[in-house]
């Protein structure tokens, strides 16, 4: 892993960062001086988080702020507790995701594979752009994946009820995050926050230990440790606090071009629209 000391001394914000790639980023970045809030669902987890990021950094500035991204509420709220500790956000890694096994549907009626890794993390970034707006280098990162090169978006099936599988919701999640990230980078052109995606490759964490015996094994076989994966993004941070350009793609070390209709305006901007107002009537019910 590159180092820059650049990093000293950012606020960071890290979601799913209680354990995996979000845990492993969260040490690295912590030797840094900085501050950190990480996010997770499971309160135990994010105590043992805290201890083991402040035990090994001899960092004291990290907190943990419970969150269920299932839940927009939850979310909305999330912003809200980040705002009073954290006035300033310099780095947001939007980094939280599942894959559910089944076809559910998430407190505010939404697919929960989407409502997970996409739509609380829509709201959460848009929630703290002026936050991150008064940082001097602001840095948002959505931690995506290749497999978002096999999906397409089919708006006629938002829920993702027609065939579920949990690769194809999964695939369509990470689509989701790229479109965003691209749209998102194109309305902060004029601002001093840059916006970029990276897939880490497939990492061997906890999010495929629902799944079916074989895929568990698989992931075991091919999928590379978690601290390489956290280098990975930690890479990107460092490159781009004093580089670099915004609405890029990379696949783990290298820039890449995201699929095609990632760069479609028309989809990129409807799925905004719409994605802002589901947003707006879930949270306004």
Request: glycine share 6%; with cysteine.
């Amino acid at each position: 892993m590159m180092e820059d000391s650049n990093v000293n001394g950012n606020n960071i914000v890290i979601t799913g960062g209680t354990r995996g790639i979000g845990k492993n980023v969260s040490l690295k970045l912590a030797a840094y001086s900085t501050k950190i809030i990480i996010v997770g669902s499971d309160p135990l987890a994010g105590d043992n988080a805290v201890t083991d990021i402040k035990n090994s950094s001899d960092n004291e500035n990290v907190d943990f702020i419970k969150c269920d991204f299932s839940s927009l509420k939850q979310v909305e709220q999330l912003s809200k507790d980040i705002s009073k500790k954290m006035p300033t956000v310099d780095i947001l890694v939007n980094n939280a995701g599942i894959v559910s096994p089944k076809h559910q549907l998430s407190d505010d009626r939404i697919e929960k594979t989407l409502a997970v890794n996409y739509f609380s993390h829509v709201l959460l970034t848009t929630s703290l752009l002026e936050n991150i707006k008064t940082s001097k280098n602001g840095l948002i990162v959505n931690v995506t994946s290749d497999c978002h090169k096999l999906r397409t978006f089919d708006f006629t099936d938002f829920d993702n009820s027609k065939d579920y599988h949990w690769m194809l919701a999964y695939n369509r999640s990470k689509l989701a995050n790229v479109l965003f990230n691209h749209e998102l980078a194109d309305r902060l052109i004029d601002t001093n926050i840059k916006v970029n995606s990276i897939s880490p490759g497939g990492v061997r964490t906890g999010i495929y230990d629902e799944l079916q015996f074989f895929v568990r094994l698989a992931s075991k076989l091919t999928c590379s440790s978690v601290d390489k994966g956290a280098n990975y993004i930690c890479n990107l941070i460092f490159q781009n606090l004093t580089k670099g350009g915004s609405g890029l793609y990379y696949s783990k070390s290298k820039l890449k071009k995201s699929c095609d209709a990632t760069y479609d305006k028309n989809l990129k901007t409807s799925l905004w629209d719409l994605t802002e107002k589901m947003i707006s009537m879930k949270l306004n019910k």
